[in-house]
């Protein structure tokens, strides 16, 4: 499947890698290597997340508290935003 990213989407995770980084030296590198993993946990299982909001799904990063939310069309997967569990949550509806 190919994946198309949301032109916010690598902002909300150089922000958050910039504060991970901040706050341990090396913790900003592990969070973007988990967002990428999990991108290619997607890829393999697209179905597998739980939908949230009509078809919208949300994997769950192992050791962050993100939510990586996507869309399923066809052969591609759309991801709308890379989310923290505890702040604003569904601000990303409107992409």
């Known amino acids: 499947m190919n994946v198309v990213f949301a032109t916010e989407v690598w902002a909300e995770v150089d922000a ?7 706050e341990v030296e090396g913790l900003g590198k592990a969070f973007v290597h988990t967002v990428r ?21 949300r994997f769950l ?3 962050f508290p993100f ?3 996507y869309q399923i ?23």
């Open 16 to 22: 958050a890698r910039d504060y991970y980084e901040n």
């Open 67 to 69: 939510g990586i939310i």
């Open 37 to 57: 993993h999990s991108v290619e946990e997607i890829k393999k299982y697209p179905t597998a997340s739980r939908i949230m909001r009509g078809s919208f799904r």
């Open 73 to 95: 069309s066809q052969d591609t997967i759309y991801v709308v935003a890379v989310a923290h569990l505890r702040k604003r949550p569904e601000y990303w509806k409107n992409r």
């Open 61 to 63: 990063t192992p050791r």
